[in-house]
């Protein structure tokens, strides 16, 4: 069945540095993905959509130039956090929209990422 | 008002329990609604989808009222395995999900 992988699923990064997180589908093409993100305890936050060939939408609140996402093919998009700070520190998660058969939204396996 | 929200429990149950939860939602207009199931650091993983004629599983019914803006689960004959986060979903306009908190249920034996 279609799947979607993340990678890596776990990262620790200092302070200041940046951090890409990569989102594939593996047997279909997605024109769009999403980003999420996920504090202890809170719920999954949509932070942008990803679009093939074009800019991403990013949700009220998330900044554009922190959080750079490229969705430069159908099977990959990248979400890479720039100048990490330790309240990034969360879990993201992508997820990627198959349109056939049925609509379906499958989700990766999800990135922690600790920034010390 | 949140666009989702339910009761974050947690629910402590004994094996073979049944057990509910409810969920309402703040905009009208949403057409797809979900149950995700998420295990402690893990991804979301659907449980199923939520018609407005009801729907069951095996030991899992979801309902959905729409005058309401409810949307419920019900899980019967409880097991261990069901410890889980229960997440209700939304879809939004854009094809993304919108996620409740979750429900924390935890199955004793």
């Known amino acids: 069945g279609a799947v979607v992988s993340q990678h890596p699923s776990r990262v620790i990064c200092k302070s200041g540095t940046s951090v890409k997180i990569e989102c594939r589908s593996l047997d279909f093409q997605a024109t769009t993905m999403f980003w999420y993100r996920q504090f202890p305890k809170k719920s999954l936050m949509l932070m942008a959509t990803s679009n093939e060939g074009s800019k991403a939408t990013y949700e009220q609140g998330v900044e554009k130039d922190k959080f750079l996402i490229n969705h430069a093919s159908l099977t990959l998009s990248t979400l890479t956090v720039t100048s990490a700070h330790p309240e990034d520190s969360s879990f993201y998660i992508c997820?990627?929209?198959?349109?056939?058969?049925?609509?379906?939204?499958?989700f990766g396996e999800g990135s922690w990422l600790t920034v010390v | 008002r949140k666009e989702v929200e339910q009761d974050p429990g947690p629910f402590n149950v004994p094996e073979g329990a049944t057990v509910a939860f409810n969920c309402t939602y703040s905009?009208?207009?949403?057409?797809?609604f979900f149950w995700y199931r998420q295990d402690c650091r893990k991804e979301p993983k659907l449980l199923m989808s939520?018609?407005?004629s009801g729907n069951e599983d095996g030991r899992f019914t979801a309902q959905l009222n729409r005058a309401s803006q409810y949307i419920s689960l019900l899980i019967r004959d409880s097991k261990l395995s069901d410890s889980a986060t229960y997440l209700c979903v939304v879809g939004g306009s854009q094809g993304n999900l919108i996620f409740g908190k979750g429900t924390k249920l935890s199955v004793k034996p």
């Open positions: 905009n009208s207009a949403s057409q797809s």
């Open positions: 997820s990627a929209h198959n349109r056939e058969p049925g609509n379906t939204i499958y």
């Open positions: 939520v018609y407005s």
